[in-house]
């Protein structure tokens, strides 16, 4: 009997893997719609422009369904609603963050914390975007970490060391 693998699973197990090869071959092998949709969004910030706010993730209460895992392949359809130039563009304000965190709150834990990284367009560590190029065939821009702007990256709690 097959199980659908979250997209989070995917994406976690990926970035653990520690060579390229391993990487691609286990990208190729999960290879599905709603894991390119929401990969591309994630890195492709020129292209792809939230339409809710995207400084903050919304308040949620993340779903206490156990065997929530694979709602993420069927909730990423909506996407379109919450992207600048797609179909959300006619809906109010409100309505589209109520919908995006009805999305938040009907998907696995894990998908939810993904998803809240594409909201705020901070790709997972270990997982470049050459990678996901030549292991799903995108199309992503090749930016670095330290040519995010330094507003969009989060920052680090605590105090500063000192300088001595």
């Known amino acids: 009997m097959s199980t659908t693998?979250?997209?989070?699973?995917?994406?976690?197990?990926?970035?653990?893997?520690?060579?390229?090869?391993?990487?691609v071959a286990w990208l190729r092998q999960n290879n599905t719609q709603p894991l390119r949709t929401i990969l591309t969004v994630m890195y492709d910030r020129?292209?792809?422009?939230?339409?809710?706010?995207?400084?903050?993730?919304?308040?949620?209460?993340?779903?206490?369904?156990?065997?929530?895992h694979g709602m993420l392949h069927r909730q990423a359809r909506k996407l379109r609603y919450f992207i600048k130039g797609f179909d959300g563009d006619n809906l109010h304000q409100y309505r589209r963050e109520f919908l995006f965190i009805e999305l938040l709150e009907s998907i696995d834990k894990d998908d939810a914390k993904l998803m809240e990284k594409a909201?705020?367009?901070?790709?997972?560590?270990?997982?470049?975007?050459?990678?996901?190029?030549?292991?799903?065939?995108?199309?992503?821009?090749?930016?670095?970490?330290?040519q995010i702007a330094p507003e969009q990256q989060q920052k680090k709690r605590g105090r500063k060391p000192k300088n001595g």
């Open 119 to 146: 909201l705020l367009q901070t790709p997972p560590q270990g997982l470049p975007a050459d990678v996901l190029n030549e292991a799903l065939g995108l199309q992503l821009p090749l930016v670095e970490v330290a």
């Open 46 to 68: 020129e292209k792809y422009q939230w339409n809710i706010p995207n400084t903050t993730v919304p308040p949620y209460t993340p779903s206490p369904h156990v065997e929530s």
């Open 5 to 23: 693998r979250s997209i989070s699973e995917v994406v976690n197990k990926a970035c653990e893997l520690t060579s390229r090869e391993e990487k």
